[in-house]
């Protein structure tokens, strides 16, 4: 079985997805988002998309940290572009994580209009960090209790010849608890 290859004048595309630290500042962010413009350009690809997300709360924790700040890239390049990008990503202190997908084989370079804003790096200007309120020392170390909602309704339906003498409160169950 061959490897599908690309005809000349054609491309793959391919997205990519990075997540960077969410203490990184403008400048760190600048530098990873420039080595990742020249890479695309080194390997003959071409950057079509470049989104700033922002600062989001991952799914779960990933190298002890709870936020990142997201970055979307799409791109038209070879597997050598992908494997370049990957390693110039893997390398950098600022980004805890990436995933690069394959979206369409076969694009036609030569009709695709880009816009120039569109593959623009902007500047990262993000608000101070906020403190998740589960973030403090004291709540992760269990000293704590967290905090309990009391939603207590009653799901029984009153039949129109129940008196108050039928039905029960909270602290007559309670106290038949207690006794029994």
């Not at 400048?27 to 071409?46: C, F, L, N």
């Not at 779960?60 to 038209?76: C, D, E, P, S, T």
């Not at 269990?142 to 008196?163: A, C, H």
Request: no cysteine.
């Amino acid at each position: 079985m061959s490897r599908p290859t690309t005809a000349p004048n054609r491309a793959r595309e391919y997205e990519t997805i990075y997540i960077l630290r969410p203490d990184i500042d403008a400048d760190s962010a600048d530098k990873i988002g420039s080595r990742v413009a020249d890479v695309v350009s080194r390997e003959q690809g071409r950057l079509t998309k470049v989104e700033s997300w922002g600062r989001r709360r991952l799914s779960y924790n990933i190298a002890k940290q709870r936020r990142g700040v997201y970055m979307y890239l799409r791109f038209l390049g070879s597997g050598r572009v992908v494997s370049e990008i990957e390693r110039n990503l893997r390398l950098s202190d600022g980004v805890i994580k990436y995933q690069t997908v394959l979206l369409r084989n076969n694009v036609e370079i030569a009709g695709l209009d880009v816009a120039d804003e569109d593959i623009k790096f902007e500047r990262l200007e993000l608000p101070p960090a906020e403190e998740d309120r589960d973030d403090s020392r004291e709540r992760q170390l269990g000293l704590i209790e967290p905090e309990r909602r009391v939603d207590r309704t009653m799901d029984m339906s009153i039949s129109p010849d129940m008196d108050d003498r039928d039905l029960e409160t909270d602290s007559d169950v309670r106290n038949k608890e207690e006794e029994g």
